[in-house]
């Protein structure tokens, strides 16, 4: 079992930044960040395997990076140049193998609660 807890959340205005944390309680080999706006599907937002191999979604290319720190078995999403569209609820996401599926929900087994990012319009 691996447990996932998000923080980091908030509101911030059109513009501004935030940095997404996620504590996981054992290794994973494939992290993720997920979101989920209202009415709408989940989404994978970035992902990065121990090897180093990261993606993202179009929509944040250049304005969200993803990172982890193995020793405290920490992922982290840093969300600059924010936009109204990336309000949603952000999950972090675990799997305890290489994904090549990176952002496809389904590929992972292990899911923090959420955290709630508001960017007002």
């Known amino acids: 079992q691996v447990q996932l807890v998000e923080s980091g959340g908030g509101s911030v205005q059109a513009g501004g930044s935030l940095r997404l944390s996620c504590a996981a309680s054992?290794?994973?080999?494939?992290m993720a960040w997920f979101r989920q706006a209202p009415g709408k599907e989940r989404e994978g937002v970035a992902a990065?395997?121990?090897?180093?191999?990261?993606t993202y979604a179009d929509s944040v290319k250049g304005r969200f990076t993803i990172s982890k720190d193995n020793a405290k078995n920490t992922l982290y999403l840093q969300m600059n140049s924010l936009k109204p569209e990336d309000t949603a609820v952000y999950y972090c996401?675990?799997?305890?193998?290489?994904?090549?599926?990176?952002?496809?929900?389904?590929?992972?087994?292990?899911w923090g609660q959420g955290t709630q990012v508001t960017v007002p319009a």
């Open positions: 054992g290794y994973s080999f494939t």
């Open positions: 990065i395997r121990d090897d180093g191999i990261t």
């Open positions: 996401a675990a799997e305890r193998r290489w994904l090549y599926l990176l952002l496809k929900t389904y590929e992972y087994t292990y």
